[in-house]
């Protein structure tokens, strides 16, 4: 490989060098006032070059799967300052790298510093050291180095999060980031007190060596408050959607793509470093992770905003990210190393697949947002004849998230599914078979919110004057955008790679030596898929062609939208984001709680009037005070259960059967 | 030889049967109302002269309307190789088929509504929005009903798990069985816009569904449409009527002759359906579709028992 011919002395080295000078690529741009945009140019130039030997060395780590360590002898009270590079911490490296390259890109021509001489300098510096900490997190061997990578990614982040603080929105986005993170580091606190308690050290122990004694359920607890509330695990997902809707766009591609994947990669790391998990470990995972990605993207299904629409699907990815753990970690602690290395194998590919897609969204919606000047669906329209470019990278990138094939999505989804099913094949009470279902609604909704995302504000006709004068963004936007999008048709049609990379890193954490019949290429035909989408293409290439031969053999004429006989329809008549989701959020009222104002028509000519719908952040905004009332209201909470739909009842005759199924011998 | 000969088969069906369906439909639904009807071959008239006709597009729309079609067409094509047809095996099986199946409809519907919202029309959003919203309620239906069959056949390709559907395992497991096939019949139905989900006939954009999601597409285009609409009907009844008649002759060729008569059956359970029913109210539907998974939720926990 390439570090054995000696071109790199040593990853973990080189990982530590693409990691410092990204830190400090910011660094001159604070000095360099008199010329705006200098400094900015300077740490684009420097994070991509350090982004690429970083993506080098991570993906040589996987290919050739072993651990690196590095030791610092650093005489501090805490222990050795011990860096190491593993397949897992390689694997998560990969989207740090990548996106870091290109959100710092991206930002040469969406935050430019002559344009934002005030804002730039920081955004641009703590857009670093915020990728630096993330590198370092994962480095790092030792808890209160971890810690302190973790703070120093926390705390910049919410002064990315902040860039735009004149505005009270952000402020208090910022606020509640800044309680959210917080709280959750107190459970890391109590991790890594309880770890040091357990081994004497620091130092983290090496994987599969803790007994899972009485303690371990503690720290299990503690490590899914602090890794659950940055990941943004359902219930402690409170603070994401406002925090990433409000940041500048590259920063929530950073924060939505990767930040989120820390708190996946901290819950890894400290699950395995006991003996075997406990079985309701990965039960408890599996029911919060089912909770965010149903719940998750019947949210997003509801929103206006589009980079809220956006943060609240991130909601839905990660659970299905914990899905796979949660899954993995159960069949790990009964002994199930087959069903364990695809369950893991799958979440870290979807892991994976989502630090591509979802940034790919962000950064299009940044150029959407520049475009229409708002973040409103309802308000744009029409963008794609304005916009050519970032429409496509768009779709692809919805088509991807959805998890439709042929795109990336749809492999990583693909694993789960799989492991979910051979569950049904053969196991005396396949329950993970319900999780088949429960991803099929979720992906069913999933396209339900992204269609609406996609066509309302690409298609159709411009709502306001402002969308129809948008303009395409210029190249430094749209090459980050056109190299994911790439990515993502790539790693669809042929997964392959992405799939051994996190076959690797899944490999890596299961306490059994890898046997190859467990493999997923030997287990999964995925040539066969690579088959498939040679044929639709194939399909689609012939029928287009037909198609378009026999269109422009015929007579072609343009005319209006047929409006049914009316004479004078305006854009404005347009079904609006609100009025596609409406069904949708009827059905999940319970979850979504819209606030609405409809206006009542009166008389035979009634006045304007106005209609407003906004979905509300429903744990936030109904968590605390419910709570209060809870008392008063648990008498009556019999009477909710007596409500006359049918279909209901007969759900809770199946849940109780179920259940009783599964408890009575 | 004989599998050259199943995949030639095979092919022909797909590409020659599926107009078929809509003809016996429109026969028996004629029957029932006491006219004469079109003749059986009617649909294959209209999509032939579809694609002679000139197009109109709006002037609102983008290459995606004119896309729209053509992947939705190719989506449905690509899940016709991966289905059993009666008795015999699919061209492309490999395990885990039965998700692709499912996910290429899921990508045929992406680019369906997208289409329909490039047109700005209200109607066709308003259609749009109906696609969406129920068929990820008749999703979950679906996927219950893969969980009974991997059971069932200890598979996860289609092309095991619908074969190896027998008379034996409706003997020993009827209950379920016939529980799965209620589901399969209304998520059939619901998918495919038949009544009573969707009237393909009304003549009012307000209450459709399909029908109104592709109101601007005219010649070709709307000839491919209608040509994958009723490729999905075969498909998905081709599931159905592998679970609900899992008849063995014991000859390739009888075994094709009698998937033949069951397509041709299930068309005309369609009509009569259509003959018998209303469309329901909009705001019934998903409860219906809810209904419909939890019926192949109980047939999974038949099947575990």
Redesign the interface.
Known sequence: MIFDSGIFPDPVICLCAAAGTIALSGFPGLFLSRSPGTGQRVAALLSVLASLTGLAAAVGLLLVPRSETWLLDWNLPFGPCELAADPLSALFLIPVFLICGCGSLYALAYWPGEANRRTEPALTFFFGLLSASMAFLLLARNGVLFLSAWEIMAISGWFLLVTEHRETEVRKAGIVYLVATHTGTVGLFILFAQLRAATGTFVFPPLHSLDPAAGASVMFLAALIGFGAKSGLMPFHIWLPSAHANAPSHVSALLSGVMLKMGVYGMLRTLFFFRAPLPWWGILLLVLGGASTVLGIVFASAQRDVKRLLACSSIENIGIIYLGIGAGVYATATGNAPLALLCLAGALLHALNHSLFKPLLFLGSGAIIHAAGTRELDRMGGLSRRLPWTSAFFLVGSVAICGLPPLNGFAGEFLLYFSFLSEARSAPVPWMALLAPLLALAGGIAVASFVKAYGVAFLGAPRTQKAARGHESKWPMLAPMALLAFLCILFGVYPQPLVRLAESAAGSVLPWPIVPEWRVASRIPLEFLTGVWAFLLGGCLLAGILYFRRIRALPVAASETWGCGYLAPTPRMQYTGASFSEILTGLFAGAVRPSENVPAIEGPTPHASHYRFSPTESLLERGILPALSWVAGSFSLLRRFQHGQMNVYMLYIFVTLFLLMIWVP | MAAIVDMVVHLLLVILMPPLLLGVIGKTKALFAGRVGAPFLQPYHDIIRL????????????W?F??G???T???T??AA??IPFGNHEAP?S???????F???F??G??FT??AA??????????G???E??F??????????A??TL??VS???SLSTMLTRVSADIWIGEGASMLLLLSGLFIVLLSENCRIPFDDPNTHL?LTMIHEVMV??HS???FG?ILYGAAMKLFLLGAFFMNVALPFKSGSAAGDWAFFIFSMIALAVAVGVVESVMARLRLVRI??LL??A??LT??S??LI??
């Open positions: 694609f002679r006709k000139g197009s109109v597009f709006s002037r609102t729309t983008t995606l004119r896309a079609p053509v992947v067409l190719a989506a094509a690509t190789l991966l492309v490999f395990a885990g088929d039965a998700i692709l499912a996910y290429l899921g990508l519907r992406f509504t997208v919202l490039d047109t700005g029309s209200s109607f066709e959003g308003m749009a929005a109906r969406v919203t068929s990820c309620l008749a999703e979950p239906a679906l996927f219950f893969l969980v991997a059971r200890d598979s996860l954009e109101l601007d010649g070709p285009a491919c998903p409860q809810v209904a998974t939890v939720a109980f999974m926990l575990l028992r």
